[in-house]
């Protein structure tokens, strides 16, 4: 029933048409230089213009005021289940997301729902469930046909069963655990999960329908495998050496740090809050925040991802992540390059949204204030333009 009542939730815009923002400050995520005093025209869900002309007879306006448009969050790395998180998201300014997990396949179904015209959640990139040793029991509800493989995947060609029961259902990127995880008191995220051959194989079978493979990866080993197999991004990496950020560099791969769900793990409440993860926090957070640093220094595309599931509990989103990016070495704009451009570069989106830019996809946020002067007001979402549609106005008082 709750589902029922959030897809009938209206949007405050009518699709179609004219929409005009003007007297508008732009960070468009590509340039290394603002916008000052233009007006952008969206038509028909695209961005038309970027300019000084004045706007067309019978559009709908937004006068700004000086306040700052950017493109929506383009958030790499979330694990949004529903559609109450996928709201929750959008409110905070994501419009477009890659699900690195999700049960029964919730994020294949969000993505489709946006892609249909309804404007209140984020478009997404689905993984749908992990490619790990022990696969979520929920796994098998969706995959009977899987159901051998309960005890335990290994071995090349079971790999390759799972990833292509993924493919078959739609996903848009493969995930799979190069190293156990970092979030549950009883893992070790430095410990390998998965041999050479079995990443190999993982993209070697993802590769037969164009899609990549994210690797979450904290250990160094693990990682190193997951770049010489061909992975696109290595997740969290908070243990890499030098030798695999320059592998990395190297290839292209790109690097999601997560570095703000690390600060969740120290801090009280949030998606994380037990003792034995703080304990755990204290020493991976100085190490995540120092491979950030040597990745920004060595060059390492860096994308920004929350690893959160925008729940009740959730305390994160992807300005405290950009704001991570920036201390790591970033300037102010390349952190929002990061969240933007950069990140939807690495989904495969980069043709059609992470910019303001004409022709894309109208995906757009609106600020108080010049985060290049105050990188905190990045926090302050006053409008969300989400497909060409409103999807949140806080300027109408």
Request: with cysteine; aromatic share 4%.
């Amino acid at each position: 029933m709750k589902t029922i009542l959030l897809i009938c939730l209206p949007v405050l815009a009518q699709p179609g048409g004219v929409l005009v923002l003007k007297n508008a400050n732009v960070i468009d995520g590509l340039a290394d230089q603002p916008l000052r005093n233009v007006t952008v025209v969206v038509k028909d869900s695209r961005i038309e213009s970027i300019g000084t002309a004045a706007a067309p007879a019978g559009a709908t306006e937004i006068d700004l005021g000086g306040r700052w448009v950017l493109p929506g969050w383009v958030d790499a790395h979330v694990h949004i289940n529903d559609l109450r998180q996928a709201r929750t998201a959008l409110l905070s300014g994501v419009t477009t997301a890659r699900s690195m997990g999700a049960s029964h396949f919730s994020d294949i179904g969000i993505g489709e729902l946006n892609r249909g015209g309804f404007a209140d959640a984020p478009d997404m990139v689905a993984a749908g469930y992990h490619v790990r040793p022990q696969p979520a029991e929920e796994m098998f509800i969706d995959l009977p046909k899987l159901i051998d493989l309960r005890g335990r995947v290994a071995g090349t060609a079971a790999v390759r069963r799972m990833v292509r029961a993924l493919l078959d259902r739609g996903v848009g990127v493969i995930k799979i655990m190069a190293t156990e995880r970092g979030g549950l008191p009883d893992t070790d995220p430095r410990q390998r999960v998965f041999t050479d051959e079995d990443l190999g194989a993982a993209v070697d079978e993802a590769a037969t329908r164009r899609i990549p493979v994210a690797a979450h990866a904290h250990g160094d080993e693990g990682a190193r495998a997951a770049v010489r197999a061909g992975v696109k991004s290595i997740e969290h990496g908070t243990y890499l050496s030098d030798d695999t950020l320059t592998l990395m560099k190297s290839r292209g791969t790109y690097f999601v740090p997560t570095i703000a769900t690390v600060v969740d793990l120290v801090e009280p409440g949030g998606d994380y809050d037990n003792a034995l993860l703080s304990i755990r926090g204290r020493g991976m957070l100085p190490r995540v925040r120092e491979t950030s640093a040597r990745a920004v220094k060595m060059g390492v595309r860096m994308v920004a991802g929350t690893d959160t599931g925008y729940g009740p509990a959730s305390s994160r989103r992807m300005p405290d992540e950009i704001i991570e990016l920036h201390r790591a070495g970033l300037s102010v704009l390349q952190a929002i390059q990061a969240a933007t451009s950069t990140s939807a570069e690495l989904l495969g989106v980069g043709g059609r949204t992470g910019a303001v830019k004409p022709g894309l996809e109208a995906d757009l946020i609106v600020i108080e204030r010049d985060p290049v002067a105050d990188i905190t007001a990045l926090h302050d979402v006053l409008v969300v333009i989400n497909n060409g549609k409103v999807a949140v106005n806080r300027l109408v008082r």
